[in-house]
């Protein structure tokens, strides 16, 4: 019922029936697809340089992350208190099936056409939203395109150079045994699992304060209700930092769980804002 007041809203007087409407979405859709291929194309052409600097930049020792953590330290009078443990020099990824590097190209291509074509995919769907809207909407969602797409990059920004640096250090520097009875030799696709879970989680746990106006806007949570249930969100971005940190240590779980802590007070402010504004409105109408 819902989805069908939605496309009578969406039709603005118009004559387009609800088969229209699928038909308008397919092409939103399909459209939304060829960008994430065109860009998953040219990130194939150029794989290998991906693969090397992009993909592996987390365990490389020359690594941004690391020698910017090192320089804080140094700059902060704290010795190498910051500096993490370089990268064993023979980390190397194991391939166990003959299409391994072929299927790991392919899916390097697509997720990463995906994220730089993020914001395409979400212009196509504002537009099949946008009619649907009420002036009113329309108004405060103006730059929602920008602001969706801005937290989505820093949240994948954050995932790459932070979370995964500090995860796939302690990763690859963790020991079992002392008698060489296990050799770590980690598999390829199982990095570049890790590595999307970390920059995707991470990209749309950003997208928290976003959410935070949009439920706001729309009634289904108050300021009240945020900050009444704070301590029980707190055990639930615990519970997702432990979801999008592959490694078990605390400290790659704590740099997830401060940031969200950070975006979930931020969401309240956004919330107390808008709330505050309906609020205005409404007794200006009355």
């Known amino acids: 019922m819902a989805l069908l007041d939605f496309f009578d809203r969406r039709s603005n007087d118009s004559e387009m029936t609800f088969i229209d409407h699928l038909e ?7 459209r939304s697809v060829l960008a994430i291929f065109v860009c998953a194309i040219v990130i194939f052409i150029k794989i290998d340089w991906v693969y090397d600097m992009i993909v592996m930049g987390p365990v490389r020792n020359d690594f941004i992350s690391y020698r910017a953590m090192c320089g804080l330290s140094h700059w902060l009078h704290l010795g190498n208190s910051l500096c993490m443990p370089p990268i064993p020099a023979n980390y190397k990824l194991l391939g166990n099936t003959v299409s391994g590097p072929f299927m790991s190209a392919i899916q390097i291509g697509m997720i990463g056409g995906f994220i730089a074509a993020f914001p395409f995919i979400f212009w196509e769907f ?11 909407e329309l108004k405060y969602s103006r730059n ?5 797409s801005l937290f989505f990059f820093l949240g994948a920004g954050f995932g790459y150079f932070v979370l995964g640096p500090f995860t796939f250090n302690f990763l690859a520097n963790f020991t079992l045994g002392t008698r060489g009875f296990y050799e770590y030799k980690p598999a390829m696709d199982d990095y570049i699992e890790n590595l999307i879970d970390i ?3 991470c990209g749309i746990a950003f997208e928290l304060p976003i959410l935070s106006f949009v439920l706001t806007k729309i009634g289904l949570i108050t300021p009240r209700f945020l900050t009444t249930y704070r301590k029980y969100a707190y055990v639930a971005i615990l519970v997702v930092a432990a979801v999008i940190t592959p490694s078990p240590d605390w400290t790659s779980q704590m740099i997830v769980f401060l940031p969200l802590c950070f975006l979930y007070e931020l969401s309240v402010i956004v919330s107390k804002r808008v709330y505050k504004r309906d609020r205005e409105e409404e007794d200006n109408w009355q």
């Open 24 to 30: 308008e979405l397919r092409w939103h859709i399909v």
């Open 144 to 148: 929602a395109i920008f602001y969706v």
């Open 126 to 136: 504002w537009k099949f939203v946008k009619p649907a809207l009420s002036p009113r």
């Open 199 to 201: 920059v995707i989680g």
